[in-house]
Every structure is written in C-alpha cells, then in structure tokens.
Nanobody, 123 residues
Framework: QVQLVESGGGLVQPGGSLRLSCAASGSIFSIVAMGWYRQAPGKQRELVARITSGGSGGSTNYLDSVKGRFTISRDNAKNTVYLQMNSLKPEDAAVYYC??????????????WGQGTQVTVSS
C-alpha cells in the first residue's frame, strides 16, 4: 500500500504565496512521476504541475496559467513533492490533489491520489 499525505493549503490573499507538500510512503518500487492536480467547483480536475523521474533530475511541465508563478520540486530521499505557489490569483482557488505514478516490479504502472488540500485565494 502507498499513502500520500498532503499539507500546506489554506487561505491567502491575492498576490500571496503558499507551499504545498506531499509525502509518499509505503511499498514504492519506482516513482515514475509526482505531480499536483486541482479541481475547482463545477470544473474538471486539471494537471497543475508534474515532475518526472529520470536522468538529469527528470523533467517538469506546468499548466500554462501557472507558468512563472508556480514551481514544482522533489526531495527524492524523502519521496516528497512540493509545489511553491507565488503571486496567487483568485482563479487558483481549488482543492489541490497530489498524484503519484509508480512502476511495479512486473512492469505495470499504479497511480495514487492524496486526500486533497484546499487553497483559497481571497481578500
């Protein structure tokens, strides 16, 4: 079993910053990617940022609307992924979910989700 524990959400004023953390634990064979999704009321869940494993530290990709404001990073020793969110806007408000993709010993791929953490951007 794999567990994801998120933290760092909360209420922030427009222009403010928050840092989300997600720690993975349990039977993890090999992490393929870690990322953050978000879902606002009445909207579909969307990928915010993802960091993949691999040589040279892997690669990152971002939702266009957060480029230049959000930064995803990872501590491999702690199996933890972070999302630094700066210059937050009201439209960034949503429940943010941590996502983990791991390879299995048999060559398969499993996906896990965190419980979600609320980010509210309001004055």
């Amino acid at each position: 079993q794999v567990q994801l524990v998120e933290s760092g959400g909360g209420l922030v004023q427009p222009g403010g910053s928050l840092r989300l953390s997600c720690a993975a634990s349990g039977s993890i064979f090999s992490i393929v990617a870690m990322g953050w999704y978000r879902q606002a009321p009445g909207k579909q869940r969307e990928l915010v940022a993802r960091i993949t494993s691999g040589g040279s530290g892997g690669s990152t990709n971002y939702l266009d609307s957060v480029k230049g404001r959000f930064t995803i990073s990872r501590d491999n020793a702690k199996n933890t992924v972070y999302l630094q969110m700066n210059s937050l806007k009201p439209e960034d408000a949503a429940v943010y979910y941590c996502n983990l993709k791991v390879a299995t010993a048999r060559g398969g791929l499993n996906e896990y989700w965190g419980q979600g953490t609320q980010v509210t951007v309001s004055s």
